[in-house]
Structure formats: structure tokens, C-alpha cells
């Protein structure tokens, strides 16, 4: 009997195994799709001849410069969504729980606009193609940053004055989301059109705006949350069998709760303070992978990383080839392919408990 249970977990961790590898692959290709389309349609050939500076010069610099920083930024934000909205959901213990939950998105819009229309951030490019723009995109991206740790501070707060729960904390972070909302939507009210397009322009999820500075930066904070994350695998096992139970094997529930919520939320406003709103991958990842992986957070963290990051590499093809010549804002992308997807989810978990 113990044999053939042990025979069984194998079985099961093999399965777990070839999904991962099977995500890896599909990334990787994607990755190459990526490389290729744009709207200097190259070859693998020529993305290759680019990729290693052998060709032409040009194929250089459209590897390098334009397409390498926005494929690196699709890759960290996807995983990082994802892993951050599995880990809200698994510590909050509510299967509705996404980045946006904490209202930790809504925050970061509100400073992005603050810098932008308060601090005259945006401007207007007179040339000939009469572009928008942001004077300093790194001051931008910091401010939305330091609004969005402040409210991860607040909901924190809030939540240590009562009992920490998951209900208070999903209730502390969309009253602080509404705030911060509201603040938005004064700050904009105050503007001048070109202050006003600028800061809308902003919040669209645009990852042409990525560079490999801000990349770098996404990755140190994906890296560090991703291993803090592994390392409390099984802690994270323990509190899905429920917190009395958890507690009982000597975890900390608290403690931990609070940091990964922590850690979870500082990978979201890294992402949006530099890329914009990208909606959906945080709720919708970690429910299509837990169907075919389990509650196993020891595969369930990589897969659901995998699995955001392909989620936003087909958005972000999805986005440069529907209209010819045009990119469109991957942010609207990721919340149509989301939309839909969620709600079957919804309807098909309605019919299995039915």
C-alpha cells in the first residue's frame, strides 16, 4: 500500500514536471514570435543575424533597442503579476484576490497622474509627429511607486488596528483603492488637455516604454519576491489546509501573511509604476494553472510565473498585429482575453459545485 502511494505522488510529480517544461517551451517560442513580429515584419534569420550582430546593422538595433527591453519587461511583469496574485489568493485565502485587491494599482495611478499634471511631468511634443510625452519617466515611475508602498502601508495599518483577516484586508484595500480613485479623478479634473492626455497615455499598459534599466530593476524585485516566495512553499501548503492547521505545524500566519502581501504588492507597483495598468494576469494565471498543477505551491509558483508570462507575450503579439502599423495599449488586451476567460471560470466552478 505505502509502494503504490509512493508510485502514485510520482506519477502526479512527473505530470507537474512535464507542465512546467511544456510552459518553458511555449515561452520560449513565444518569445521568438515576439522577436519577429512588429512592424519591420524580420525573419528568424534576420532576428538571429540581429540578436548576434552579424547582419545587417539595422536588424541590430531592432533587436536590441526597440524589441529585447519589451519582450524582458513582458516576461517579468507576466510572471510577476501572476506570481503575486497566486500568493494574495493562497495567504487571503480568497480566490477573488488580485494585485488590483489591494488597491495597490490604484495608488500607483494616482501618483503617476500627481507627477504628471501637479508636478508638470507631462508635456507636449511639437514636432511633426506631434507625440506625447513625460519629461522625466524615471520621476514618474518613482512617485507611482512611493504612492503604491503607501498604500500597501495603509492597508497594513488598517488591518493590525482589527483582527487581521482576509475579509478586513480585502475591505482596507478597496476603501484605499476608492480614495485613491477619487484622487485621480480630481487631480485630472485640474488639468490642461495636453497634462490630461499625458496622464491618461500613461495608464495604458504600454511595454514599448520598458528599457533594460527599468528591466533590471523589475527583475532584482521579481527575483527577490520569487525566492522569498519558494522559500515559503510549504508554509503557503500548510495555511491552504487552513491557518488552526497551520499554525498547529508552528508556522507564523501573521507574520507571514503580512510579508507576502508585502512582497506581492511591491511586484505590482514596480510593474504598473513603469509599464501602466496590466489587468487580469494576476487573478486569471494562478486559476487556469491550479486545474492542471494542484495546491502544490512548489510547482504552482514557477507554473503560474510561466503561465503569466505567456499570457502577456500572446497579448502583447495580439497588440501589434490586430490593427496594421499601430500598437495598442496591452493593458486592453490582457482585460479582453481576461474578461471572457474569467468568466468561464466563474460559470464552470458554478457547475462543479452545483
Not at 488591518?159 to 480613485?181: D, M, P, Q, Y
Amino acid at each position: 500500500m505505502g509502494e503504490e502511494l509512493q508510485k502514485r505522488y510520482k506519477r502526479i510529480d512527473n505530470k507537474r514536471r512535464l507542465i512546467l517544461l511544456s510552459l518553458l517551451i511555449v515561452d520560449i517560442l513565444l518569445i521568438i514570435v515576439c522577436l519577429c513580429v512588429g512592424s519591420a515584419n524580420l525573419s528568424l534569420s534576420q532576428i538571429l543575424q540581429g540578436f548576434f550582430n552579424t547582419g545587417e546593422h539595422k536588424y541590430y538595433l531592432i533587436v536590441w533597442k526597440i524589441r529585447m527591453p519589451r519582450v524582458i519587461a513582458a516576461v517579468l511583469a507576466g510572471g510577476g503579476l501572476a506570481i503575486s496574485g497566486l500568493i494574495m489568493q493562497s495567504v487571503l485565502k480568497n480566490p477573488m484576490a488580485s494585485p488590483s485587491t489591494l488597491g495597490v494599482s490604484n495608488a500607483a495611478v494616482f501618483g503617476a497622474n500627481f507627477a504628471i499634471i501637479v508636478l508638470g511631468m507631462g508635456a507636449f511634443n511639437s514636432s511633426a509627429e506631434s507625440d506625447l510625452f513625460v519629461n522625466n519617466p524615471y520621476f514618474v515611475a518613482t512617485t507611482a511607486l512611493i504612492f503604491a508602498v503607501i498604500s500597501v502601508g495603509l492597508i497594513l495599518i488598517l488591518s493590525h488596528i482589527k483582527r487581521f483577516s482576509s475579509e478586513i484586508v480585502v475591505l482596507a484595500g478597496l476603501a484605499v483603492g476608492a480614495i485613491f480613485t477619487a484622487g485621480t479623478t480630481m487631480v485630472q479634473f485640474f488639468a490642461d488637455s495636453n497634462q490630461l492626455s499625458s496622464a491618461v497615455f500613461w495608464s495604458f499598459g504600454n511595454l514599448a516604454r520598458a528599457t533594460f534599466l527599468e528591466d533590471l530593476i523589475m527583475f532584482i524585485v521579481i527575483a527577490t519576491s520569487f525566492i522569498f516566495f519558494m522559500f515559503n512553499r510549504l508554509n503557503y501548503d500548510a495555511m491552504t489546509a487552513g491557518l488552526d492547521t497551520a499554525r498547529t505545524m508552528g508556522v507564523n500566519t501573521k507574520s507571514l501573511s503580512i510579508l507576502s502581501l508585502l512582497f506581492a504588492s511591491l511586484i505590482t507597483a514596480t510593474c504598473v509604476s513603469f509599464l501602466g495598468i496590466i489587468g487580469f494576469i494576476g487573478l486569471i494565471a494562478p486559476h487556469i494553472i491550479k486545474r492542471f498543477i494542484g495546491d502544490n505551491h512548489r510547482f504552482l509558483i514557477p507554473a503560474s510565473f510561466l503561465s503569466g508570462v505567456a499570457i502577456l507575450l500572446i497579448a502583447d503579439t495580439i497588440s501589434r498585429t490586430i490593427v496594421s502599423g499601430l500598437s495598442l495599449p496591452v493593458g486592453a488586451i490582457t482585460s479582453l482575453l481576461g474578461g471572457p476567460m474569467f468568466i468561464y471560470l466563474l460559470i464552470r466552478g458554478k457547475q462543479k459545485n452545483a
